[in-house]
């Protein structure tokens, strides 16, 4: 009755009734909201999961153009390398460096490499290279301190005349020394 005091309208009787369903009717109503509800929510789902696959398809479709991009820009390379140095020696000796470069990129590698028509002499020269010296003597800058401590045990085992066996790794370090 307090609200429609405010209203330019006169109420002289109201009059209130509840009316209830029967409980059958009530529960029916009330599962066929459920339904819906339930029916809403996969829909809803639906429409969710189809979003996500359209997504997924653009980043795909992405990365697709991404690899295509990538392989066309390599073959264009290939051409290039193929037409305008086709027949370089010196581009294929780089290209060979490179390659074996990144090889020995990994931990205790090394790579000597030398053609095979190469003498013995040019071989030697080549291992007493100092980065390679470096390389054999890792433990310091003094490797002459090792070739005398080895020295030493050559002649150890020259005046013990032991077996051959020891005799021989003493001539290696022997070899290795001079």
């Not at 590698?109 to 003498?119: E, G, K, Q, V």
């Not at 433990?139 to 066996?165: F, R, S, V």
Request: proline fraction near 5%.
């Amino acid at each position: 009755m307090e609200m429609a005091k405010a209203t330019p309208l006169l109420v002289e009787d109201l009059d209130m009734t509840n009316y209830d369903w029967p409980n059958a009717i009530t529960n029916a109503q009330e599962d066929l909201v459920k339904i819906q509800l339930k029916e809403a929510a996969a829909l809803a789902q639906v429409k969710a999961d189809l979003a996500k696959a359209e997504g997924d398809l653009k980043v795909e479709n992405a990365r697709k153009l991404v690899e295509l991009t990538k392989a066309s820009a390599v073959a264009e390379s290939i051409d290039i390398i193929k037409n305008k140095l086709a027949g370089s020696p010196e581009y294929l000796m780089w290209h060979q460096i490179r390659v074996m470069g990144e090889a020995a990129m990994g931990p205790n590698n090394c790579f000597i490499l030398y053609p095979y028509n190469t003498d013995a002499s040019q071989v030697r020269d080549l291992i007493r290279n100092a980065n390679l010296t470096q390389m054999e003597h890792p433990d310091g800058p003094h490797p002459e301190i090792k070739k005398a401590a080895a020295a030493e045990k050559l002649l150890e085992a020259e005046k013990a005349d032991e077996t051959p066996a020891v005799l021989q790794t003493a001539k290696v370090i022997k070899k290795i020394n001079k």
